[in-house]
């Protein structure tokens, strides 16, 4: 089964030893029967036919939704696409939020600030602490869009559209090395302190990365009731 991953960000030079983010992905998501292609949106490679590869998958990026970027709007239209072609389709993070941009949510830097490290996400019945890393959010849901997932900082945190897309705010692909690196390379000046040194205190602590591993499997297999 070919997965398209839709690359909407790389990772930082200081980091680029850990791989990229379809690397990332890759290992998440090992010995289950998929086969890879990474597409490299932010350089605008957007592919059109939705039907290119058997399941979709959008990245994080440091770019927000709402930007101006010319990749955005052929992304968005490949969405919708996707959606009406019923394809399996995951989002994580950026992925998450231009999804629902894309069928008519609204996504904007969320007053409440940052959410960084290990974060405890109730989803789909259960008590799940992934790895975030983000300050914007999904504020407004689209027609159709079921929320299953929520944290205590983010409301709208993993949605599904028609059974065939499932996206989440958190990064099941981060471990505690990853989010370490981003706190050295990316938070400091930009993250508060406070916020980082919470996080730091606790990236050894396990995470329930390949339980988001068996839901997006199960997604990608058609299996995601």
Request: proline share 7%; hydrophobic share 40%.
């Amino acid at each position: 089964m070919k997965i398209g991953i839709l690359q909407t960000g790389h990772v930082p030079p200081s980091l680029e030893e850990m791989g990229d983010y379809d690397q990332h992905f890759a290992r998440l998501l090992a010995g289950r029967g998929f086969d890879f292609q990474p597409f490299d949106v932010e350089g605008g490679v957007v592919p059109d036919d939705p039907h290119a590869c058997d399941g979709w998958l959008i990245t994080g990026s440091k770019h927000g939704a709402y930007e101006d970027h010319p990749w955005i709007p052929p992304l968005e239209e490949l969405i919708r696409k996707i959606h009406a072609a019923g394809v399996p389709l995951v989002g994580v993070c950026f992925g998450h939020q231009i999804i629902a941009q894309a069928l008519g949510g609204k996504v904007e830097k969320f007053a409440g600030g940052w959410s960084v490290g290990r974060t405890t996400y109730h989803i789909d019945g259960q008590d799940l602490p992934l790895n975030a890393w983000h300050q914007d959010q999904v504020v407004e849901l689209p027609a159709g869009a079921e929320v299953v997932g929520s944290s205590d900082f983010c409301k709208n945190a993993a949605i599904t559209y028609g059974g065939h897309i499932f996206t989440v705010q958190p990064h099941p692909e981060y471990g505690g090395d990853f989010i370490g690196g981003l706190i050295r390379t990316r938070g400091k000046g930009v993250v508060p302190d406070a916020l980082l040194a919470e996080a730091t205190s606790h990236l050894d602590e396990p995470l329930a990365n390949q339980v988001m591993a068996d839901r997006f499997e199960r997604v990608f297999k058609g299996d995601a009731a």
